[in-house]
Structure formats: C-alpha cells, structure tokens
C-alpha cells in the first residue's frame, strides 16, 4: 500500500464511521431508515462510496429518511377548535456529505438549503470537513422558519456519544406530555432544569428551545428515575 492509498483508507474509515453516526442519528430521531442502511459495513461503504483509486467520494454519500408513525404523532400538535386537523411539525429529512474541502462559505449553504426547499424536505443536514463561514451560518439561521438546517463538522460524528456508557438515555417528550408533566408538578416551564440547544445530546436529538427531554438515569439504590430538562 503506498501513501495515497494509506491516506484514502484512513479517509474512509472515518467517513464510514460518521456515516454510521449519522444514520444512527437520524433513526434515534423517529425517522424511518432500513437495519442495513444504519449498519452498513466498512466494506460495503467502500464499495458504494469509493472511487477506483480508493478516495471516497462525498458527492455520492446522501440520503433522505421520512419521519415515522410515532415520530408523526408525537410532532402532530393537539387539535383545537380554530385548527381541528393540525399538521405534523416534521416531514422527510435530506442528510448530505458536502464534497467542499476549503472554506465553505454562501454558496455552498444557499444550494444546500435550495435543495432542500425546492424538494419540500422539512429538514437538512449537511456534513462538512471544515467549519462553515460566519456568512455561511446567517444563510442556515434565515431559513429557519421555513427548513430546519443543522451542519455537523465529520470529526464530531466519529463517536456517537449516546452510546458512552457514562451518557444516560435521553428522550424528547410531546407537547401533550411536556404539559402533563408541568400540570402534574405544578411547574411553569421556566422552573425546569436546562438543557443548551448547543449541548451535544441536544444537537444529537435536533432539540428546538422550548422542547423538554425526559434523562433517564440507573442507579443501584433507586433503580431507573428520570428527570426532566427544558431547552433554552
């Protein structure tokens, strides 16, 4: 093997472990994605993903996933008298590995978010080898009311941190049970533990402020007990 071959392997390797981040990323979300395609194996990445010299090629790594039945409930709000038949705040998600190497700036976030909304995908994520420009995170920051776009940096992806032994289980609750935990404590939300949207679970989970997530702990005197954090 010589050094370009040794260079494009490592490269590989590890865009095959943030594919698999991703997916499963996307899957603990509530999206819908086949067993194969979350575990999908070094050499079958290689196979689909790689180039006849062996360089991986970002271009080719997307997908999209819709939102399952569970996840459709829990984002559908509670029906009232002036919107009887609300719609579900979540749709088909468009995930893609920008091939862009050097600074990653306007452009790049523009065509992404057009994709994404021309396509009517509800939300995006696009994962980058380099930081995005600050110009780059105002275009993300612009669209939100109309597509939910998140970047995540490849080196951050490598590690699903959910699955350290040390990070406790975490789930999103509804807003029905977000309000059934405030009536049942007597709490106003702004009583509640914080969670940052930039922590990394919070990232991992796409949790949008106002949101609150149920952490559910083991112990070996109290057993499993959860609390609750809101994010801010």
């Keep these: 093997m010589d050094g370009s071959d ?3 392997s490592k490269e590989t390797t590890r865009l095959w472990r943030a594919w698999r981040t991703i997916h499963e990323m996307v899957s603990d979300r509530g999206y819908e994605l086949a067993e194969e395609e979350i575990k999908m194996s070094l050499d079958d990445f290689r196979a689909k993903f790689c180039n006849g010299d062996g360089s991986p090629d970002r271009g080719r790594m997307q997908f999209s996933a819709r939102p399952s039945e569970s996840m459709i409930k829990k984002f559908t709000p509670p029906p009232t008298a002036s919107n009887p038949d609300p719609a579900p705040e979540c749709g088909t998600i468009w995930v893609e590995f920008c091939p862009e190497k050097g600074s990653i700036g306007i452009n790049v ?3 992404f978010v057009e994709h994404c909304s021309n ?3 509800k939300a995006g994520i696009l994962v980058t ?6 110009q780059a995170r105002k275009v993300m920051t612009v669209t939100s009311q109309y597509t939910l776009i998140e970047c995540f940096l490849e080196e951050d992806l490598l590690v699903n941190i959910t699955h350290h ?3 406790p289980k975490h789930v999103l609750l509804s807003r029905e049970e977000k309000n059934a935990l405030l009536k049942r404590y007597r709490l106003k939300e702004t009583q509640l533990p914080r969670i940052l949207n930039k922590d990394p679970i919070a990232r991992y989970l796409g949790l949008k402020r106002g949101q609150v997530v149920k952490i559910i702990r083991t112990s070996e005197t109290a057993g499993r007990y959860a609390s609750y954090r809101l994010c801010v």
């Design 165 to 167: 032994e040390l990070v």
């Design 119 to 121: 396509n009517n995908f």
């Design 129 to 134: 080898a380099v930081a995005l420009s600050s």
């Design 6 to 8: 040794n260079i494009h």
């Design 109 to 111: 976030m523009k065509k």
